[in-house]
Structure formats: structure tokens, C-alpha cells
């Protein structure tokens, strides 16, 4: 999976294998929409998927409604995987912080 710049470290998950595994949701905003996949994993709510159409703004939108999502769903977090720096910055101005590290080597 590549949307939104949400990438499976596996490189083996599909869109239809992320959205099995979670509960689907569709966001509008205007003439923006977008979609997303979350799944609870203990206390966390992850964000497995994403991908929006004119996704400019849509940032600022979507993150408190996953952050609702999470709070309804008792999480005490909400997390996600981006190789994206601009949505990285995005989610740092709403209180995210990066926890994490990928690594990887071409062999």
C-alpha cells in the first residue's frame, strides 16, 4: 500500500488486505474527500491506510476526526506510518511527534 504516503514495511500488504484487517471510513470536506483505514492495536488506534482526493487541507480535518475515532474507541493514541516530510510536518503542528524509525538497505 502507497496512498497518502503510507507504506507497508513489508511491502506485501495491499489496499484490499488493509482494509479487511479494520473499519473503512470516507471523509468529505468540500470538494475534498478522502478515505481511511484504522484498526485498534491494544491502547493505539492505528491508521493503516489513507488516500484522498485533493488532499490539500484535508490534513487538518481528518486527524481530530481519527483522534475522535480513538477517544469513542477508548485509545489513548492514535498513530500512523508516513514517508511524506509535508504530512510529517502537518501532523507535528496538531501535537503528533515522531516515535519511530524504518530502516532500510538496498542489497
Same mark, same amino acid.
Given at each position: 500500500?502507497?496512498a497518502a504516503g503510507l507504506a507497508? $514495511?513489508?511491502?506485501?500488504?495491499? $489496499? ?27 491502547a493505539r488506534l492505528w491508521v ?6 485533493a488532499s490539500a487541507g484535508l490534513?487538518?480535518?481528518?486527524? $481530530? ?43
Amino acid at each position: 500500500m502507497n496512498a497518502a504516503g503510507l507504506a507497508s $514495511p513489508d511491502g506485501l500488504a495491499t $489496499p484490499e488486505s488493509i482494509a479487511k484487517n479494520g473499519e473503512c471510513f470516507e471523509l468529505t470536506h468540500g470538494a475534498q474527500s478522502g478515505v481511511f483505514v484504522v484498526e485498534k492495536n491494544g491502547a493505539r488506534l492505528w491508521v493503516s491506510g489513507a488516500a484522498a482526493v485533493a488532499s490539500a487541507g484535508l490534513v487538518g480535518v481528518g486527524l $481530530p476526526v481519527i483522534e475522535e475515532i480513538g477517544r469513542q474507541s477508548r485509545c489513548e493514541c492514535v498513530g500512523f506510518q508516513t514517508g511524506r516530510r509535508g504530512l510529517a510536518r502537518l501532523a507535528r503542528k496538531q501535537g503528533y511527534r515522531v516515535v519511530g524509525f524504518i530502516m532500510e538497505k538496498s542489497i
